[in-house]
């Protein structure tokens, strides 16, 4: 049987067994995917690299707890990386937020700063045609929800837009979404 | 049945995508655990869309080092169970002899596999280590300790492509809260931070890095005590420095 030909869903079974082997080939699978997703999302690579860390031993403790009612075994462990890496940029938002007051301003010149500008504008690049593809406004909350981890009334305070707004534009970017998703599939 | 629904489903699409808060989420969340069916069921298709967008983009690939820390971490417990040799399979009496042989070949595999799994992690960090190494443009430099930890010692190999290594011995783990961040300083420029280490009960730690290029020339290496989640700039205490070339 080659490696290609085990579904990730007889994988994560094998995992829950705590099979080594098996869980070797999901993380070659899977980790370009997950790490992606963090490098989008925390912007620096060895942040990325501990949350993949966090992530795969997390599904390693946890495979039994997987059911495919569930969704896919990809889609089960990339809701884990986001709950993580979502948990991580509101602790660093808490964090600025009481420090700004007592910071120094020539921090926000520090190279920290440009290393995150080069991965975001990286990142960036990468984003997909079918986020390219939605209206401006639309994208603009789509991201800051799925790769910035805000909340709608968070999306809100950052736009200067209605609450009412924002759900709208969110739900309208999901629709557009689907139908280009079914569009590439099909 | 999903006219009735059209409330839920809204709130479905922005719980998807981890948006929802406040009273609305606490709703939501209490309707699906209400048991939902198709709220339930939209929110996962909602998911696996988002993840097609994922697939549809260009991905990004992470350092060997980062599996070879998951296999040291999982380390305890765990057995081996190849995945050809998981799938059931039925024997017949008259194989006996055979199957015994047979599970004889098993055992090698198994050891084989074992082997492989454990340290091919392990092998791909030495690799990516051993490279930098035979770069020439990689350079040596020692780190001595500084401030709260005069004893510690650090070697930092360290490309100018951004990828590096750094090894630290001496190093008491740090407090709770606390981590080592590592950086890197050119001239007239502020330190960048490039990664955090984290040392063992011997005081022994290493971290492989891959940071974005410097356009400047590294001239300082530092390792600082800082609050977890620093790395805008350094606050604590210098622990670990190269001497100023």
Known sequence: MSAQSISPGYLIQQVAQQDREAFSQLYDRCSPLVFSLAMRMLKVRSDAEDLLQEVFVQVWRQASNYSAERGSPEAWIINIARSRAIDKLRSIRRMEQSFVLTDDPARAESSDNVETSAAESEAKMAMSSALVNLPEAQRRVLELAYFDGLTQTEIAARLKEPLGTVKTRMRSAIQRLREIVRMQAA | ?245
């Open chain 2, 1 to 245: 049945m999903a006219t009735a629904h059209e409330h839920w489903l809204e709130q479905g699409d922005i719980y998807a995508l981890g948006a929802l808060d406040g009273q609305e989420l606490k709703d939501f969340e209490a309707h699906l655990a209400s048991g939902c069916a198709i709220c339930e069921a939209y929110v996962r298709e909602t998911r696996e869309s988002l993840l097609l967008l994922h697939r549809a983009t260009t991905q990004f690939e992470p350092s060997p080092a980062v599996k070879a820390r998951i296999f040291d971490q999982i380390a305890d417990g765990g057995k081996v169970v190849p995945i050809g040799a998981a799938q059931p399979k039925r024997r017949r009496t008259w194989q006996r002899v055979v199957g015994t042989i047979a599970a004889g070949i098993a055992g090698v595999v198994i050891t084989a596999a074992y082997y492989h799994t454990r340290y091919e992690p392990r092998h791909s960090l030495y690799t990516a280590v051993i490279d930098l190494l035979r770069d020439p443009d990689t350079r040596d430099v020692a780190l001595y300790g500084a401030g709260p930890t005069p004893a510690a010692l650090g070697r930092f190999l360290w490309n100018k492509s951004g990828e590096g290594h750094l090894f630290v011995t001496n190093l008491p783990a740090a407090p709770e809260g606390k981590m080592y961040a590592v950086w890197t300083i050119a001239p007239q420029s502020p330190p960048r931070y490039v990664a955090s280490i984290r040392t063992d009960a011997r005081g022994q730690g290493g971290v492989h890095i891959n940071a974005a290029a410097s356009d400047k020339p590294i001239e300082t290496f530092a390792v600082t005590l800082e609050p977890v989640g620093t790395t805008a700039a350094p606050t604590g205490p210098m622990v670990l420095v190269s001497k100023q070339s």
